[in-house]
């Protein structure tokens, strides 16, 4: 009996060779046979390999058994998962979390730390560096992603082959790789350079020099290497000017949630429409209308007659830990205001200038409020990563300049809390500060304007998206008052999102930071100036997320 022909069978209990049974044995499921001629089985709680005629091939057991691939074959046992040979034995001492299967000499593993990388068939590290996520080896490239979600390729060595990052990747078939950017899909080359300009929600490998994608507005078409349409398959379902409209109309979401807080809708939730509007003193009919808005935004839900809201919606109620209330009235009620300037602003002659936002917050104490409750929720959602790369070691005196309601101070105290923990910032912010943290009695704070001497001196200091709130002079301003504040090798720590050279990711933020503050993003190098003219060389840059970039820099 060759092993080659023996097929599984439909209720996977057993295998089938010229649809009859191979043997008379029956297990809980069984997988194919791969070379040298072995398939997995389990029965209850035990796991094997057998011969095609069902008998097994060693005497132990497993937890699970997979098949063979490249000789070798992952199980898991009681003491982790690991590689075996075709007689059962351990083909190396290591243990890990989990095991994928040999490819071109190669092994995707996990460790216990979760962190991913390849082996070699005697179960060593093919490399040094570790990743988020790594996947199969095909014509000697793999697919690894980074600890900020971002992945590339790597050869069987572990380097990079192009040094360029995407949101997604796949690894290359004939040539090309499937990737995705922030625009969307497309293929790309050796060199990671797209091959076409265009981008798709969908994209297969070619196939003969051709692919099928799917457009962003939903049409399937077959392009060639050059991206040329070949034949559509299927019209858009929404053409570019329903798009462009779709855009054009997203301060009606952005009113829409902000009424809805403003009236305080999502806090008497769940209830009745009509109850609604009698607790509300709202009209019922326009309240009905509000209420379906809502539910096309998936904030609110009907279930009968009760409107809930939704685990999307809660982030709108005031109790929320990471409540968005205040950003809605900050977004829907205070910066339209502000971007409606946009066009001056661009003007040579158009006469504007930027807003002193914090000196109106300075100046109504209710806004002020509200606005810093808005920055302590996106520091809550952001900030617990951010502490993870900073090299402190727990007894350096730290200075949060512009620390606010101290959010990263509270993250840092909790990781280690021998940290002499530093806030400084305006006398407004401190003093509301003051009143709300919990650990109020464990941070120093200092109300200083970041312009004026800070009187105070640190190991190290964070400027936590800070100085995209202010154009170059006056970021190199706050970055020299920093070096004043730290002995010869201090660390500086900036926080911020870091902008691309080819990439237009963020530049509606930078435009939102020129209307609102007068500030902007900046990229890399543009950091790294501002840095060296003030007395730091950047050490390092630690890319979290999309948002969020930790960049080192030592005092010198």
Not at 26 to 31: G, N, P, Q, S
């Amino acid at each position: 009996m060759n092993w080659t022909d023996l097929v599984v069978s439909p209720c996977a209990t057993h295998h089938l060779v010229n649809n009859e049974p191979a043997y008379l044995a029956r297990f809980d499921e069984v997988l194919k046979f791969h070379s040298p001629g072995l398939a997995p089985v389990r029965r209850d709680t035990f796991a094997w390999h057998v011969h095609p005629d069902g008998t097994q091939a060693y005497a132990r057991r497993f937890q699970r058994t997979f098949g063979f691939y490249e000789g070798l074959a992952a199980v898991l046992s009681d003491e982790g998962a690991l590689h075996i040979t075709a007689a059962g034995e351990d083909a190396y001492p290591q243990r890990y979390e989990w095991c994928g299967n040999y490819q071109e000499g190669h092994c995707t593993v996990r460790d216990t730390d979760g962190a991913y990388f390849h082996i070699t068939p005697d179960g060593r590290p093919a490399y040094r560096e570790r990743w988020r996520y790594a996947g199969d080896f095909r014509d000697g490239v793999a697919v690894v992603q980074a600890a900020d979600g971002r992945s590339t390729h790597i050869n069987a060595q572990g380097l990079k082959l192009h040094g360029i990052w995407f949101h997604d990747l796949d690894v290359f078939h004939k040539g090309f790789a499937r990737a995705k950017d922030a625009r969307g899909w497309m293929h790309i080359d050796m060199r990671g350079h797209p091959i076409y300009e265009r981008r798709f929600a969908a994209v297969e490998p070619f196939y003969n020099g051709q692919a099928r994608v799917e457009t962003v507005c939903g049409g399937l078409e077959v392009i060639d290497e050059s991206g040329v349409i070949l034949t559509v398959l299927r019209t858009e379902t929404q053409s570019e000017f329903a798009s462009l409209s779709g855009d054009m109309v997203g301060f009606w979401r952005t009113e829409t949630i902000a009424a809805a807080v403003e009236l305080g809708v999502f806090e008497v939730l769940p209830t009745t429409a009509a109850s609604m509007a009698e607790k509300l003193a709202v009209q019922h009919d326009r309240l009905a209308r509000l209420l379906r808005a809502l539910s096309e935004l998936n904030l609110v839900k009907q279930v009968s007659e009760v409107w809930h809201v939704t685990e999307r919606g809660s982030y709108l109620r005031k109790d929320h830990p990471l409540t968005l209330s205040h950003a809605a009235l900050e977004f829907g009620r205070h910066f339209p205001g502000m971007w409606s300037q946009l066009a001056a602003a661009l003007r040579r002659d158009g006469g504007w200038t930027p807003p002193d936002i914090f000196g109106m917050l300075a100046a109504d104490t209710t806004r002020s409020a509200l606005h810093h409750q808005m920055l302590r929720s996106y520091a809550r959602h952001d900030y617990p990563t951010v502490s993870s790369a900073l090299n402190l070691v727990g007894n350096e005196c730290v200075i949060d300049a512009g620390g606010g309601l101290g959010v990263l101070a509270d993250v840092l105290l909790s990781q280690q809390p021998t940290l002499q923990l530093v806030v400084l910032d305006r006398p407004e912010v401190v003093a509301l500060a003051r009143a709300t943290h919990t650990r109020r009695d464990q941070i120093q704070w200092v109300a200083r304007d970041f312009f004026a001497p800070w009187d105070v001196s640190g190991d190290a200091v964070v400027l936590a998206r800070i100085l995209h709130d202010w154009d170059d002079p006056d970021a190199l301003r706050i970055l020299a008052r920093a070096r004043e504040s730290m002995p010869l090798g201090g660390q500086m720590f900036i926080v911020e999102m870091v902008m691309s050279d080819n990439d237009p990711s963020g530049a509606l933020c930078d435009l939102h930071l020129l209307m609102v503050t007068g500030g902007r993003e900046r990229t890399l190098a543009q950091y790294t100036e501002l840095l060296a003219r003030t007395g730091f060389a950047l050490k390092e840059a630690k890319r979290m997320n999309a948002l969020s970039t930790v960049l080192i820099g030592e005092a010198i």
